[in-house]
């Protein structure tokens, strides 16, 4: 998969192309759906998928200060969409600038000018443009006068209406919903959003030295600034490293460690069957089942064996590394 950064990017003499626009924060099955019909269709006329996504997230451009809680970082979000079997990845560096420009001409420099789009698929709620003015309807008229076809992908919503909390009405499949999700532990709920578990990545920092002592070290993960972190609780998690063999069990504490009147909050994690020093390193954390909320507990040894207990449903839990 090529990676362009900017339109400025796109090399002299290209083609045309099947294009999709999205942030695609998480590449849910959602979103997995739209890309998998834009590369079959660029397949099906012979030229390339392209995908448009943007950088940072437009919502903290257009009202700074309200970016949404990230489900993929950048690089990882890349990674998923390259798998999809995408030809080409285009991040457009969101700007105030380009934030102002009218839905009419975003249609004109992104999809006509810069990427010859013969075909523009996207999802039916599909909005874009200055105060997101553009809307499925107005891209196929500029469709046809510009000459490229608009197909809009079916959106993708949880198999049973039931996952939804009785209401009836089935989930639809979104990043905010998956936000959500993840925001309240419901890690289930998540994973089956997503197609896989959530993922949480960030670098091992030193914490209070006290885990050793306990008989479970546990490597304290400082996510990004904008990561989804799931709700205070204590979890079952694959985690990855870079080097060393496969992803390794892990039981995962989030919160502020109220046994000892911790004031941070703090994602730790106790890999099983590892003994290594991880400090310093850039780790990942799959979420793979929420086991129980946060306790505050009398003294340390109700806190060990509760931790013991924690560490033998994530050891029945995590099978075998696939
Ligand atoms: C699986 C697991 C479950 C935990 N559950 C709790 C808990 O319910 N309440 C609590 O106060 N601390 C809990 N802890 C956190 C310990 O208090 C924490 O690991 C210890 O304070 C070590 O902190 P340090 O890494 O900063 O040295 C848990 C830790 C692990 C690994
Ligand atoms: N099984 C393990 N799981 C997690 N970290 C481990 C493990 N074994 C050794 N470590 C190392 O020990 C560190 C954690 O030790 P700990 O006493 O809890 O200190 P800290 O308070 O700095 O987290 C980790 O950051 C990691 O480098």
């Given at each position: 998969m090529q990676r362009w950064r900017g339109?400025?990017?796109?090399?002299?003499?290209w083609g045309r192309s099947v294009v999709t626009i999205g942030v695609f924060d998480g590449v849910h099955r959602g979103h997995q759906e739209i890309i998998r019909h834009t590369v079959a269709r660029a397949r099906e006329l012979g030229v390339a998928s392209v995908v448009v996504t943007f950088d940072p997230h437009p919502a903290e451009v257009v009202r700074?200060?309200?970016?949404p809680a990230v489900l993929t970082e950048p690089a990882r979000k890349a990674e998923l969409i390259e798998a999809l079997g995408v030809d080409v990845l285009c991040v457009i560096p969101f700007t105030a600038d380009f934030s102002r420009l009218p839905a009419e001409t975003f249609v004109h420099d992104v999809?006509?000018?810069?990427?010859?789009?013969a075909a523009v698929v996207v999802g039916e709620n599909f909005r874009f443009g200055h105060r997101a003015a553009g809307d499925v309807a107005l891209l196929a008229r500029l469709g046809r006068s510009f000459g490229f076809t608009v197909e809009g992908a079916p959106l993708v919503s949880a198999d049973?209406?039931?996952?939804?909390?009785?209401?009836g009405e089935p989930t639809l499949f979104s990043s905010t919903y998956i936000r959500a999700c993840v925001d309240a532990g419901d890690i289930a709920a998540a994973t089956a959003a997503l197609g896989r578990p959530h993922r949480l990545e960030g670098v091992v920092v030193r914490g209070d030295q006290r885990g050793r002592e306990l008989g479970f070290p546990t490597a304290n993960l400082l996510p990004g600034r904008y990561a989804a972190v799931p709700a205070d609780g204590v979890y079952a998690a694959w985690l990855g490293t870079r080097h060393g063999a496969g992803p390794l069990r892990a039981a995962v504490s989030i919160g502020t460690n109220p046994t000892f009147s911790g004031r941070e909050r703090r994602v730790e994690a106790y890999a099983l069957d590892f003994d290594g020093d991880l400090y310093g390193e850039r780790v990942c954390l799959d979420f793979v089942a929420r086991l129980r909320d946060t306790l505050r507990f009398d003294g340390i040894d109700p806190l060990i064996a509760q931790i013991d207990d924690d560490v033998a449903r994530t050891r029945a839990l995590l099978a075998d590394p696939a």
């Amino acid at each position: 998969m090529q990676r362009w950064r900017g339109l400025g990017a796109v090399p002299g003499g290209w083609g045309r192309s099947v294009v999709t626009i999205g942030v695609f924060d998480g590449v849910h099955r959602g979103h997995q759906e739209i890309i998998r019909h834009t590369v079959a269709r660029a397949r099906e006329l012979g030229v390339a998928s392209v995908v448009v996504t943007f950088d940072p997230h437009p919502a903290e451009v257009v009202r700074p200060g309200s970016h949404p809680a990230v489900l993929t970082e950048p690089a990882r979000k890349a990674e998923l969409i390259e798998a999809l079997g995408v030809d080409v990845l285009c991040v457009i560096p969101f700007t105030a600038d380009f934030s102002r420009l009218p839905a009419e001409t975003f249609v004109h420099d992104v999809l006509v000018e810069s990427l010859h789009a013969a075909a523009v698929v996207v999802g039916e709620n599909f909005r874009f443009g200055h105060r997101a003015a553009g809307d499925v309807a107005l891209l196929a008229r500029l469709g046809r006068s510009f000459g490229f076809t608009v197909e809009g992908a079916p959106l993708v919503s949880a198999d049973k209406p039931d996952l939804a909390g009785g209401g009836g009405e089935p989930t639809l499949f979104s990043s905010t919903y998956i936000r959500a999700c993840v925001d309240a532990g419901d890690i289930a709920a998540a994973t089956a959003a997503l197609g896989r578990p959530h993922r949480l990545e960030g670098v091992v920092v030193r914490g209070d030295q006290r885990g050793r002592e306990l008989g479970f070290p546990t490597a304290n993960l400082l996510p990004g600034r904008y990561a989804a972190v799931p709700a205070d609780g204590v979890y079952a998690a694959w985690l990855g490293t870079r080097h060393g063999a496969g992803p390794l069990r892990a039981a995962v504490s989030i919160g502020t460690n109220p046994t000892f009147s911790g004031r941070e909050r703090r994602v730790e994690a106790y890999a099983l069957d590892f003994d290594g020093d991880l400090y310093g390193e850039r780790v990942c954390l799959d979420f793979v089942a929420r086991l129980r909320d946060t306790l505050r507990f009398d003294g340390i040894d109700p806190l060990i064996a509760q931790i013991d207990d924690d560490v033998a449903r994530t050891r029945a839990l995590l099978a075998d590394p696939a």
